[in-house]
């Protein structure tokens, strides 16, 4: 758990997502142990007994209602531990049409989300 948010599960405090095509020493012994699964806050863990991740891709198929599914919203944590489901929903409806619209105005609004949080102003997130 990352940033106090029960919502919010890391893999050894270092990743989110359990695919990825990178992050070998989650993967790996012998690029675990040399890294010590050391970054930002957490400590260094004793043994490995992962791989803690996969490069597999975990595939869910759903069905599309073409009257009222109307966009598909693809963000990382970076984005989901900021902004709700009807965050994203509002921004959509706002710019229907325009795709780069929505993106920067997403980009806006994590970034006034995050600098709320830690009580700094957006310029000093730059």
Known sequence: MRNNDPQSCYVKNLLQPTRSFGDFRLKHEDL?????????????????????????????????DGGSDRYLVMGSDGLWDEVTKDD??????????????????LFHLVLLRTAEKYCISVADLA
């Open 88 to 105: 994203v929903a509002r921004v959509v409806a706002t710019h229907p049409n325009d795709k780069n619209q929505i993106a920067a105005t």
């Open 32 to 64: 675990a142990t040399s890294s010590g699964f050391t970054s930002g806050n957490s400590s260094p863990s004793k043994a490995f007994t992962g791989p803690y991740i996969t490069h597999k891709p975990d595939i869910k198929v759903l069905e599309v």
